[in-house]
């Protein structure tokens, strides 16, 4: 139960910022998770399938193309049709409120603008790890269905995705 939180860090489309990537796949490593980074120039596509073989328990897609009204949707929608509803979906980079917004009803966590210090971004994720270790305790022979809970202040607090029991 204790394992590490395993994450891939992607990056989709055509353009090449991928210092925020960097930043946050270094950040998350040595905080203790297993970080998996894309590279450049990934499809939605290439990431679900990258997380299903790598069996991650979430991604985070940087993105400050401007495209994350298409790419985030479409991941979801692969994620979906894969099975991958126990997977967290969060990111970050130039992404406008209102539009965040728009994502978080979708079903994406937390996204999180420049600027934000890494430690809340680490702090994000580990404590929704610590809420699934608590929803998930087993209960009279079956497996509790752990959820991802942010403790976040802003944006979306509570995604509709489920976390696999270790
Ligand atoms: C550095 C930079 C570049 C560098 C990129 C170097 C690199 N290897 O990354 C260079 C010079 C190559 C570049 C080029 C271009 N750029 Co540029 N670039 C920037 C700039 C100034 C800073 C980006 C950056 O590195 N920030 C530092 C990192 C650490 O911050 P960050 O990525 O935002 O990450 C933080 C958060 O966003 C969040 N986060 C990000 N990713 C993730 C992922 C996860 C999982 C999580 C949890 C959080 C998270 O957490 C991080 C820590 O706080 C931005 C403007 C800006 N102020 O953001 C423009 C900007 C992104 N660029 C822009 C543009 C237009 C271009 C060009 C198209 C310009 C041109 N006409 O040539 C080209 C594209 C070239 C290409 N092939 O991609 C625009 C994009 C416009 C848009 N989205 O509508 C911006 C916004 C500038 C602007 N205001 O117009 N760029």
Redesign the pocket.
Known sequence: MNRPIRIL?AKVGL???????K??AASLRDAGMEVIYTGLRQTPETVVQTAIQEDVDAI???I???AHNTVFPRILSVMESKGLENVLL?????IPDKDADELNKKGVARL?????E?NE?VEYITQSRIFVVWLSRPRAGSYGRPQWISSGRTRSAVTRRFWRCP
């Not at 353009?15 to 990537?21: E, N, S």
């Open positions: 860090i353009d090449g910022h991928d210092r925020g990537a930043v946050i985070g897609v940087s400050l193309s401007g969060t990111g970050g980079g130039i999180f603008p420049p600027g934000t890494t971004i």
